[in-house]
């Protein structure tokens, strides 16, 4: 009920069309404008049946905002770590912290801010958690509103 409640408060503090960053010890909110002036990569991923190309930045990127751990980093009980991927409709989904990483995974993982070379839909955006490599996009949440590193004990 308090996690419910402190939640709610979180997601009225931040900006309309914003990407909220947390872990235990930080949390960082990005606007369109500030992650559009990120590095990005792209990915292409099928989406029922039809090839699309995402432009975006890399999850582990933004993840290390919030100090989560990459590269040679990436080991022991650092490979504990979950990042929850959390949708404006609600919609929730979870990625080992070490499927992130570059290092460790040879596919992408971003969050997109355009589709084809066009900023996304209205009803895809402004952001979307884009997985590479999944055989169906169960994971591409769209309307992403937060990403946050979890730590399993």
Known sequence: MIAALLAMLLA??????S???KSAENSVTLTPEMLAAMPHLTASV????K??????VPVSALMAKVGAPSGE????????GVVVASASDGYRVALSLAETDPGIKASKT????????KPLSAKDGPFKLVVEGDLRPARAAHGL???ELVRIP
């Open 12 to 17: 009225a503090a931040a900006p309309v069309g």
């Open 19 to 21: 990407l909220t960053l």
């Open 110 to 117: 971003i969050v997109a801010d355009a589709e084809d070379g």
């Open 51 to 56: 090839t699309r190309t995402y432009s975006g």
């Open 73 to 80: 980093a990436l080991r022991g009980k650092a490979l504990l």
């Open 46 to 49: 099928v989406d029922h049946g």
């Open 145 to 147: 509103t937060g990403l």
